[in-house]
């Protein structure tokens, strides 16, 4: 049996005459760029998760950019980030000019740590920076009163957690800003790059329709130096679509990884857990191993696709030498990067897939402790 890590095929073979429909929707209207389509799509999310306002961009990074754009962080500004964590969420900091300054995570759910956030906090800093990683929400509570005794702004990555929710609250305006990716293999994809921000705040929603338009609300006159990052009709019209399965999709996710949580737990893997305030949308499914690497190829062996999320972190890649980070700085990120596997798991993987998964990962005998 060949089980890919994640494909896309199945997922639009599922829904293809609401796809098929929705795109040639936009062809056929002869739009293509904002308009009609995506304003329905803004609406429409923005409701699912509980905003005010959504506002489409053209893909994760830059809706995390955009939003560090209106509130006006720059040079001299510090940000604090998850030190395990893709390197996206460092690179938004960094394309406005400001510094990343990373704090470790909690292994309950691998986000970042509350009780070491306060510590990193300095006079330069504006903004604190949760990722929620592989479909499961950060602890927000805590995060936001540490960021209203000290006047910063809570930005959310959540750019893996479409419809996970917070203390029954569904991701989506909790902080001031949400950054949303909608790359394809997302529990909610586009047909290519895309991403979104919502928001409870109209003038930060403003500001950033104002900067993903070159600056401009009128043709041609442009108020502030902006760019063009604008989410495409197509796309829009695609996850409008998605948009109406993501709830049934994320409970297939779930049903899947208590299958993997019951069947693998005497393993000698590292499972994931899940937070008591959090119910997870198992974006990624990633168990740890010190045997990363030889389980990896015996999975591969059996024709088993799997992932790393991810290989290196964020302090050290070559990127981010000039901050002068070093092996060991961060242990618990880099125990973490060192070690993580992420199994197939996705809304159209079959029960028989997930058995076999299951099956070839029992087979393995590295170092593992198996029964």
Known sequence: MKIPYFELQSAYQELKRELDE????????????????????????????????????????DA???????????????????????????????????????????MLSYNLDPARVEAAITERTRVILPVHLYGQPADLDPLLQIARRHGLWLLE?????????????????HGDVVAWSFYPNKNLGALGDGGAVTTDNPELAERIRLLRNYGSRVKYVNEVKGVNSRLDPIHAAAMRVKLKYLDEWNARRRALAAYYLEALQDTGLTLPQTAPYA????????????????????????????????????????????????????PLSERIHAQELSLPLGPQLRPEEAEYVVEAVRSFRGSLTLS
Request: proline share 6%; hydrophobic share 40%; charged share 20%.
């Open 22 to 61: 929705a795109v040639s929707r936009v062809v056929s209207s002869g739009w293509y760029i904002l308009g009609s389509e995506v304003e329905a799509f803004e609406q429409e999310y923005a409701a699912y998760v509980g905003a005010r306002h959504c506002v489409g961009v053209a893909n994760g990074l």
């Open 64 to 106: 995390l950019y955009l939003a560090l754009r209106a509130m006006e962080v720059g040079p001299g500004d510090e940000v604090i980030v998850p030190s395990n964590t893709y390197i996206a969420t460092w690179l938004a900091v960094s394309y406005v000019g400001a510094t990343p300054v990373p704090v470790e995570p909690e």
């Open 157 to 173: 990555d959540a750019a893996q957690a479409h419809g996970a929710r917070y203390k029954g609250r569904r991701i989506g305006a």
């Open 279 to 330: 119910e997870h949308v198992w974006h990624i499914f990633a168990v740890l191993s010190p045997e990363r690497d030889a389980l990896q190829k015996h999975l591969a062996e059996r024709g088993v696709g799997t992932l790393i999320h991810y290989p290196i972190p964020p302090h050290l890649q070559e990127a981010y030498r000039d901050l002068g980070y070093q092996s060991g700085d961060f």
